[in-house]
């Protein structure tokens, strides 16, 4: 009788387990971070349990372990399209900004006022209202080349701002996954602490593979390896120990980031997440940063040059209309007087315009305004694409994250079935305690 009351114990033990990791289950229905355990169960025979004297087998059941439902090939493809979507969504962001700068102060339509006003005062040169709003829209001009070099520099320390932080996530997500690869190690599996442990872990690999691609290896116990950029790249994780990652930019604008593991400082080359969307966006800075540069600097120069090949209204050598600073774009007006722009050729006259008409030939020859506009319609270009790419992306990441929920996420109907079989099965144990009890009592009863 003893050995019946130890068989009703083993279920009701083993099946009250049971029905709280179904209980974790149906609780956790419909989360992306959990995957879903199930309770292996065997029986108690010859050398296990309360019965370790009998020979024979049937003398209850256990709880083998609890068992954490995943799939290796899934949550790396999971990794990998989410590394790619970060990739283009983090570019995409810093073309919006390089669109914003510059489209926020109208470069192009500042260039096409001022020549307007050019062509406006070579039909009048001597007008002297002509000259002050030629002389006010070569300042509206420079302004806006200001302006736009400002927020150029606004990008970039919101850029390095960008930069650091996503180093800094991924260092604390390697901190905090050896941690976890500790807790592993000290924890014995196949209970329900080291599916918890590793729902952990999955969550930060999915984390660190939006700011890098990561490739992760696991031990026995679990414990992931974790190399940055890729099966070849440095290694950020292993055991306990965590790398660090640091980001610079040198004195050309160039960026990089670098993982710092074992005394060992090792670039970091990514092709997807959000470090290389940023390393991606930091070229398209620097390229349209140059082109706006480049631009300016040739309007400052053409107008310059055609002021010095000409005389103003006083018949003097004409003067520099336009200064420049540190940056290309850093462009102010070195005239204060509309007398001093200088309409006519050399020797011309007053009334003679034709040193304004070359100013128009190298208009249209150098296509300050169409460069302006085909930087701006190249990056909103870029930006359909990579909006475009990003859809693709998306939808891929998708049907990853689909797949992988097929494998490890719980379907409210089995767990609905496993409950009520667990549930006839503890009520079973129950009535097992219950006969013995029952038996035992009749047997004291007998006189």
Known sequence: MSDLLSI?????????????TVGENIANAGSSTYARRSVELKEVSAGQGLSATRMDAGMGVAVGGIARSTDVYAGQAVRSAGADLSRTTTGTTWLGRIQSALTGDQVSNRLTSFFS?????????TSSALRANLLGTATTTAAAFTATGNAFDRIDQDFDASALNAARDLTSFATSLARINDGLG????????????????DQILQQMSDISTVSATFDQVGRATVKAGGANGPTLVWMTEAGAVSYRRNAEGAVSFSVAFGGDQTPLATEGGAIAGLVDGAEKIAAARTTLNDIATSFVKTVNDVQASGDDLDRKPGGPLFATGADATDITVAMTDGRGIAASARGGGVRDASNLAMLQVDRVAKGFEANTTALV??????IDQKNTIADAQAAIRQG???????TTGVSLDSEAVDLMRFQQAYSASSRVIQVARDTFQSILEIR
């Open 8 to 20: 009703g114990a083993s279920g009701v033990r083993a099946y009250q387990t049971a029905l709280s």
């Open 117 to 125: 006003a050019a062509s406006s005062l070579a039909a009048d040169p």
């Open 186 to 201: 000290r924890t014995q599996p196949g209970t329900a602490a080291a599916a918890q442990l590793a729902d952990q872990r």
């Open 377 to 382: 319609t190249s990056t909103a270009s870029a």
């Open 400 to 406: 990853a994250l689909t797949t992988l929920s097929t």
